[in-house]
C-alpha cells in the first residue's frame, strides 16, 4: 500500500504540468513607472516571458559566456532597462527590491533570484548621478558618500 502511494505521487509530481506554478495564466499585478508597464509585450509573447523568461536568460548566458554572441533581445541588462521603475526624483529602484517587478513575482512563485548577486540591479547609466570633472573639491565628499550609500543599500557589501 505505501509503496503504491509513493509511485503515485511521483508520478503526479512528474506529469502535472509546469504552468500550475508559474502565473497561471493571471496577469502581473504589478503597476509601476517602468518602462514595460506603458507596454502591451515584451521582447516575446507575455504568456511565454511569464513562464520560460528563465530560459531566454540561461540561452542567453550560455551564447555570451561560452560562444562570446551577444544580442539584446534576451539580455538580462536589456530587461533590467525596460523593467525597472523609477522613484518620484527619478532615481531607478533596484529591480530586486521588495515590491519591485523581479523580486514580487519571484516571492509570489517561491523561487530564488540569483541573477542579482553577480548583475547590476539598474541601469548603469541611470542608477546613481555621476560625478562630473567639474564638480569641485567641496561637493567631491557628498559624492562619494552617495555613491557609498547607494552600494550598500544595493547589497554589495
Do not use: W
Amino acid at each position: 500500500m505505501g509503496q503504491n502511494f509513493y509511485r503515485y505521487l511521483f508520478l503526479f509530481i512528474i506529469l502535472t504540468p509546469l504552468n500550475i506554478s508559474s502565473h497561471n495564466n493571471e496577469p502581473h499585478s504589478i503597476k509601476g513607472s517602468s518602462k514595460a508597464d506603458s507596454m502591451t509585450q515584451c521582447v516575446e509573447p507575455t504568456e511565454i516571458m511569464q513562464k520560460e523568461h528563465f530560459v531566454f536568460l540561461y540561452h542567453q548566458r550560455d551564447n555570451t559566456v561560452i560562444d562570446g554572441i551577444r544580442t539584446k533581445q534576451h539580455s538580462l541588462a536589456n530587461c533590467i532597462d525596460c523593467h525597472v521603475g523609477y522613484d518620484e526624483k527619478g532615481v531607478a529602484i533596484p529591480i530586486n527590491s521588495e515590491g519591485q517587478f523581479c523580486q514580487t513575482c519571484h516571492v509570489q512563485t517561491a523561487v530564488n533570484i540569483d541573477c542579482f548577486s553577480c548583475h547590476a540591479t539598474v541601469p548603469r547609466d541611470k542608477g546613481m548621478k555621476r560625478i562630473k570633472a567639474s564638480d569641485n573639491n567641496n561637493h567631491l565628499s557628498d559624492k562619494i558618500k552617495d555613491i557609498t550609500t547607494y552600494y550598500h543599500s544595493n547589497n554589495h557589501e
